[in-house]
DNA sequence: GAGGAGTTAGTTATCGATCACTAACTTTGT
DNA sequence: ACAAAGTTAGTGATCGATAACTAACTCCTC
């Protein structure tokens, strides 16, 4: 379904962990191909280029990311289901941590188009994602309507995005999804509409 | 005052547009020596290392960002010291758009222990200014006390560093300032109390 | 079911390009 | 005349990528 083999599954995840833990400068096709316990050529008997990984992994993450906010319930109030989205998306970085130092590289994709595109989009994914959730609170009456929403998801999104990037800089040091959970019921507190 | 010769200035000055234009993986000796028109090896008649290099350009942006909380006025009420605050540092990102490019570079700055505290250091800084100001404006009685300030100092930062990188990201393409503005206010607004 | 043909996934060895950096020499300004 | 700031010419290390080859497995034909 997703159109990868096994075997560049297991690349794409080598990749990952190596961008999460020594960062983009240290993901050669040597370290890689070292980390896989294979040598550098045989990498290319699975992917055209280095870019074709990059491409490839970030796809991953693209995906990985929709499917988070399609799992998010559909039943509830639109904070509950703001609550619900970021609440998984802290689970998913507590489970693999390696995910987030990804998002944090852009600057290394800039030399490639293509994965620049695609990086931009994976992050602004997550701020659309935000944004329809807060219109539809504010069509539901569940938050006040006399503040512009795209600022609120600015906030939400660039203050979630913060703690991640100090979360992955202390080296995964603490609990993420509880002081996610503060800052979310903090954001809730201020834009809730009192019933 | 600073240490620096004028020449040091320069290669600074040219390592910034660099890193803003084409991304830290260009700010290479050669890239260098080239945009200020001399050969590598003059390089090293000033600096001895390219980590000498990166260091002295942040601890550059240090000095300017604390001389700009410096320059907010004393007098004003804290939440207007804070809209003064936004409001210089966006200025100065107008004036001199490649230092924002800089502060998104922090993954390449990872290999090396002390470049990586120092960017650290730096990103906090916008953090710890802002919670101080928050502090402030709590004691004054001018903002909300149900609420953590320092969950409010993360979705500030936060937010506003998300505007910038999409700013940047948009290659300055619109007006930071005004769309600063407003996410400010939008905070303000949520925070408040009614006087 | 035996045996060639083709495929998959690896190997060793090596490529040209580029990296940060250096030694030795020359130019320039006071 | 001397020091600062430049030059030419080069270093070893590492980068992504390729050529040539091989072991192991599958598939097809008779």
């Given at each position: 379904?997703?159109?990868?083999?096994?075997?560049?599954?297991?690349?794409?995840?080598?990749?990952?962990?190596?961008?999460?833990?020594?960062?983009?400068?240290?993901?050669?096709?040597?370290?890689?191909?070292?980390?896989?316990?294979?040598?550098?050529?045989?990498?290319?008997?699975?992917?055209?280029?280095?870019?074709?990984?990059?491409?490839?992994?970030?796809?991953?993450?693209?995906?990985?990311?929709?499917?988070?906010?399609?799992?998010?319930?559909?039943?509830?109030?639109?904070?509950?289901?703001?609550?619900?989205?970021?609440?998984?998306?802290?689970?998913?970085?507590?489970?693999?941590?390696?995910?987030?130092?990804?998002?944090?590289?852009?600057?290394?994709f800039m030399n490639d188009d293509r994965l620049a595109a695609?990086?931009?989009?994976?992050?602004?994914?997550?701020?659309?994602?935000?944004?329809?959730?807060?219109?539809?609170?504010?069509?539901?009456?569940?938050?006040?309507?006399?503040?512009?929403?795209?600022?609120?998801?600015?906030?939400?999104?660039?203050?979630?995005?913060?703690?991640?990037?100090?979360?992955?800089?202390?080296?995964?040091?603490?609990?993420?999804?509880?002081?996610?959970?503060?800052?979310?019921?903090?954001?809730?507190?201020?834009?809730?509409?009192?019933?």
């Amino acid at each position: 379904m997703t159109g990868l083999t096994d075997r560049q599954r297991d690349i794409i995840q080598v990749a990952i962990r190596i961008i999460s833990r020594k960062g983009i400068q240290e993901l050669t096709i040597r370290n890689l191909a070292r980390d896989l316990g294979i040598t550098e050529p045989a990498i290319y008997r699975h992917f055209q280029s280095k870019s074709d990984i990059l491409a490839a992994m970030l796809e991953y993450l693209h995906r990985d990311t929709i499917a988070i906010f399609d799992q998010v319930q559909d039943g509830e109030s639109a904070l509950d289901r703001l609550r619900d989205y970021f609440s998984r998306l802290f689970e998913r970085l507590r489970e693999n941590p390696a995910t987030a130092a990804v998002v944090f590289s852009d600057e290394a994709f800039m030399n490639d188009d293509r994965l620049a595109a695609t990086v931009r989009a994976l992050v602004e994914l997550t701020i659309d994602n935000t944004t329809n959730l807060l219109t539809l609170a504010r069509e539901n009456g569940e938050i006040r309507a006399d503040v512009d929403e795209y600022d609120l998801a600015t906030m939400l999104a660039g203050g979630v995005r913060l703690l991640v990037r100090r979360w992955h800089m202390s080296g995964n040091g603490w609990d993420l999804a509880a002081q996610g959970r503060s800052v979310i019921e903090t954001f809730v507190k201020l834009v809730e509409v009192p019933r």
